[in-house]
Nanobody, 120 residues
Framework: VQLQASGGGLVQPGGSLRLSCVAS????????MGWYRQGPGKQRELVATITSSSSTNYADSVKGRFTISRDNAKNTVYLEMNSLKPEDTAVYYCNAVILPTYNSIWARYWGQGTQVTVSS
């Protein structure tokens, strides 16, 4: 199983970015998917999660600005980030709870991270 995140970059305050994360390899079933971030000198924190039925959960700091969504047919999760602030600067990691094959066990997998920098 591999999770490949993309879409990070440098953006000015108030700008927008869209992150994508694709789960590939043995992905018999994919359950919850989500995004976490780790800013400079900070611990990794939850940004948003989405269930297989598209119920969502957001950190208070991003509510109203970020939107998580998914395409189950493509095993892909997205994070639309608007009104970005300098404090949103971090490495963003995607994860997913996946059952690789019908006779395996559920496990949480992580992507490699994508850098988001908000600066003028």
């Amino acid at each position: 199983v591999q999770l490949q995140a993309s879409g990070g970059g440098l953006v000015q305050p108030g700008g927008s970015l869209r992150l994508s994360c694709v789960a590939s390899g043995s992905t018999f079933k994919v359950n919850d998917m989500g995004w976490y971030r780790q800013g400079p000198g900070k611990q990794r924190e939850l940004v948003a999660t989405i269930t297989s039925s598209s119920s969502t959960n957001y950190a208070d700091s991003v509510k109203g600005r970020f939107t998580i969504s998914r395409d189950n047919a493509k095993n892909t999760v997205y994070l639309e980030m608007n009104s970005l602030k300098p404090e949103d600067t971090a490495v963003y990691y995607c994860n997913a709870v996946i059952l690789p094959t019908y006779n395996s066990i559920w496990a949480r997998y992580w992507g490699q991270g994508t850098q988001v920098t908000v600066s003028s």
